[in-house]
């Protein structure tokens, strides 16, 4: 058993709203707090501006005539904040004019911190880019003069340290929240100007690794809509177009977005590819993941993957939830994937696509998630993913999902789904680019746990030992500062 004995004046301590609780001073969180606060430290407060958006601001300025607007600022939100990674596929934007007037206090520059405090919480980064605006559920932590401390203290709120006093310091009503007083107060400890600068040199170039992967991929995007002779002007939506009723009876759909004629400029453009197209049934072996009921969940063991878990770029641990190593042993024979199954997302977010490119981790696979084993070797695995991604298959999912509040995508749907069979030299120098981005975004996820594990040994050890530590991890991965 684990326990705290605590004096009244230490709890007293930094403590305005009286926390008494035992989870506050749990004995690796007491021993952390400790560890830092022998070493020389600071207040967040000190070297940093601490605001969030206003209940009011939100209230009287983001109302639905704001916020649907062609022209505006994303507004971050926690959605968008993962760990030194800005997520913009789900934003809320809100309008220009509005912001520029109202809104000036809420207005984000390069190298704020931004930190989700509540819901999704404990999740930081440093933004890269100008023109956001401060939306809900996130802090601004902004350096009042050392910029070089933002990378650094990003790093350390996303290491396992960070994370542990963030944990420490949330209060719980209806979703776990860190008030900002609370962030305000975190002791963090001090290193050399130099260490600040040699985490802020991995974080940019983590970053600049990221935009490379974004790059080789939009370049591979390209070779697929060159070879097919397909622009994206051809995907737009028009104002108006005739169909026949036996049209409609045939599809079993009145629905005027279904009958848009930009549908049919995709599968004519696939089937008419001189060298001609299949449907998916004919590359995969399509395997359905599992539904698993809440009453299995444990609070640590083997990922039990959603499509909440699921991007095309790989797998997140957003809102993770685990499963016991029994569970596992039991289910691993049918819901395992393995080096080269495409994931597939058919409900919620239907059509992202994710190559398992090395053997995964132990995981299962949800009930809203396909496992794709090819089986036509005419097919290159990291080619497939990237047409499963693109505007061909995107528009086709567009067109065939159905649902309200939750779209579904239908097996039968999926197994129709029509796929370019591009020769394998063109799918080989589309694949070529897709390994280049493979790669950067590897070492992307590598410089920030070096990174984040450089920060904690120095806390752990000394700013020393981080250091050679760090040097000795980037020559093990072939990347020089």
């Known amino acids: 058993m684990q326990y705290s004995i605590v004096n009244l004046s230490e709890v007293q301590k930094n403590n305005e709203i009286f926390r008494y609780d035992a989870d506050y001073f749990h004995p690796q969180a007491l021993s952390i707090i400790n560890k830092i606060k022998e070493k020389k430290y600071f207040l967040v407060n000190d070297l940093f501006d601490v605001t969030k958006l206003a209940g009011f601001e939100y209230t009287k300025f983001f109302t639905p005539e704001n916020v649907q607007v062609s022209e505006g600022y994303i507004a971050l939100t926690s959605k968008n904040i993962q760990n030194e990674e800005l997520a913009l596929q789900d934003v809320l934007t809100i309008n220009k004019d509005i912001a520029d007037v109202y809104l000036r206090r809420s207005k984000l520059m390069i190298d704020d911190v931004i930190l989700s405090y509540t819901g999704e919480y404990r999740r930081a980064l440093t933004l890269q880019e100008q023109n956001y605006q401060l939306g809900p559920n996130v802090c601004l932590i902004r350096p009042k003069w050392n910029f070089n401390k933002s990378y650094y203290l990003s790093t350390f709120l996303n290491s396992r340290i960070g994370q542990l006093i963030l944990d420490r310091e949330k209060t719980l009503s209806a979703q776990p929240t860190v ?88 599968i004519n453009k696939i089937k008419s590819y001189s060298n001609g197209w299949d449907i998916l049934d004919d590359i995969v072996l399509i395997k359905k993941g599992i539904e698993i009921g809440a009453d299995a969940y444990i609070e640590d063991g083997i990922p039990f993957i959603r499509v909440s878990n699921l991007n095309k770029f790989g797998i997140t641990d957003n809102s993770q939830q685990y499963l016991s190593e029994k569970l596992y042993d039991d289910l691993k024979s049918k819901y395992q994937p393995k080096k080269d199954d495409i994931l597939l997302s058919k409900d919620g977010t239907p059509g992202i696509a994710y190559l398992l490119s090395e053997n995964p981790q132990k995981m299962i696979i949800s009930g809203g998630i396909l496992r794709l084993v090819i089986k036509n070797k005419e097919y290159l695995p990291e080619y497939l993913a990237l047409v499963l991604n693109s505007i061909f298959v995107q528009e086709q999912i567009e067109q065939k999902s159905s649902g309200a509040l939750i779209k579904h995508w239908l097996i039968d749907e999926i197994k129709n789904t029509v796929i370019p069979k591009l020769e394998m030299a063109k799918q080989q120098e589309i694949v070529d680019k897709i390994k280049e981005a493979t790669l950067a975004k590897k070492q992307s996820k590598q410089l920030l746990e070096i990174a984040k594990r450089g920060v904690e040994k120095a806390i752990e050890e000394s700013e020393d030992i981080a250091m050679e530590w760090m040097n000795e991890q980037l020559e093990t991965i072939g990347v020089s500062l």
């Open 179 to 266: 008030a900002m007083s609370r962030i305000r107060n975190i002791p963090i400890p001090e290193f050399s100007d130099f260490f600040d600068m040699e985490i802020k040199k991995l974080v940019k170039l983590k970053y600049s690794l990221q935009e490379k992967a974004t790059t080789c991929i939009h370049k591979a995007n390209m070779l697929l809509r060159q070879e097919l002779s397909f622009s994206i002007e051809q995907s737009q939506s028009s104002t108006f177009y005739i169909k026949n009723f036996s049209d409609t009876k045939n599809a079993n759909r009145i629905d005027a977005e279904y009958f848009q004629p930009k549908y049919d400029e995709i």
